[in-house]
């Protein structure tokens, strides 16, 4: 089992960058792939990025790429979001999730351990 807390989280303004952590607790971070994911109000949970247990495979969301980067140190059991070009759209609450497999997934479900949420806020 493994436990998530998100952090760095807050607000800014349009175009600047921001970086997300998920700090995981536990020895076995490096057996779970990780995503990002978000959730605006009023709309539903949406995948952001995912990233395999060694880092060195990623996928992004289309409204991300090229701005997002994920990335993850298992040395410190901490992943990371680092944010380029924030627009107003990227306003959500944003999560980070653990799944015990090797490879990543975009899709909420396939996701067991989630965190509690960091809110981002964009301002234009």
């Known amino acids: 089992q493994v436990q998530l807390v998100e952090s760095g989280g807050g607000l800014v303004q349009a175009w600047a960058p921001l970086r997300l952590s998920c700090a995981a607790s536990?020895?076995?971070?490096?057996?779970?792939?990780m995503g990002w994911f978000r959730q605006a109000p009023g709309k539903e949970r949406g995948f952001v990025a995912t990233?395999?247990?060694?880092?060195?495979?990623?996928y992004y969301a289309d409204s991300v790429k090229g701005r997002f980067t994920i990335s993850r140190d298992n040395a410190k059991n901490t992943m990371y979001l680092q944010m380029n070009s924030l627009k107003p759209e990227d306003t959500a609450v944003y999560y980070c999730?653990?799944?015990?497999?090797?490879?990543?997934?975009?899709?909420?479900?396939?996701?067991?351990?989630w965190g509690q949420g960091t809110q981002v806020t964009v301002s234009s």
């Open positions: 999730a653990a799944r015990r497999d090797t490879v990543g997934a975009a899709t909420a479900i396939s996701y067991s351990y």
């Open positions: 536990g020895r076995a971070f490096r057996s779970y792939a």
């Open positions: 990233i395999n247990c060694s880092g060195g495979s990623t």
